[in-house]
């Protein structure tokens, strides 16, 4: 009886040191860095983690107008992300809420994420890089 005992201990350990291994590490936050418009003359910023029952990483999130038509200091939007990331992360997907307005995203995965951020008044490329 030793002997199962000490196997079932060991069982146990062993399980209990994957799931620490597997489990993700939700209170490091995930960087997002991209540029938003035709140009690029949108830089979006923001630190998202994992939301409170949801798979979704939620965070705060600053757009910046760089293009060369800023006058005086550059303008800045702040707001919220909240994004979906595909298992294999092939694809990504986005509801960015600032100054009252809802966009989604959706992009594919090359170098970088690809793909449209949809405005009630206007669609726009953008471009999503994670750290």
């Known amino acids: 009886m030793k002997t199962g005992r000490r196997g079932i201990v060991r069982t146990a350990v062993q399980v209990a040191v994957l799931a620490v291994l597997v489990t993700p590490a939700s209170a490091e936050p995930l960087e997002l860095f991209g540029y938003a418009g035709v140009m690029g ?4 910023t923001a630190s998202v983690r994992e939301g409170s029952g949801t798979k979704d990483l ?5 757009m910046t107008h760089v293009g060369i038509c800023t006058v005086d200091r550059p303008e800045e939007k702040k707001g919220e992300i909240r994004v979906q990331i595909s298992h294999p992360a092939s694809r990504i997907s986005a509801t960015l809420l600032f100054d009252g307005v809802e966009c989604t995203y959706s992009g594919r995965l ?5 793909g449209t951020m949809n405005c009630p008044t206007a669609s726009v490329p953008l471009k999503i890089w994670l750290k």
């Open 41 to 44: 003359e949108w830089e979006l």
């Open 110 to 114: 090359s170098d970088f994420y690809s």
């Open 58 to 62: 939620v965070g705060p999130m600053t």
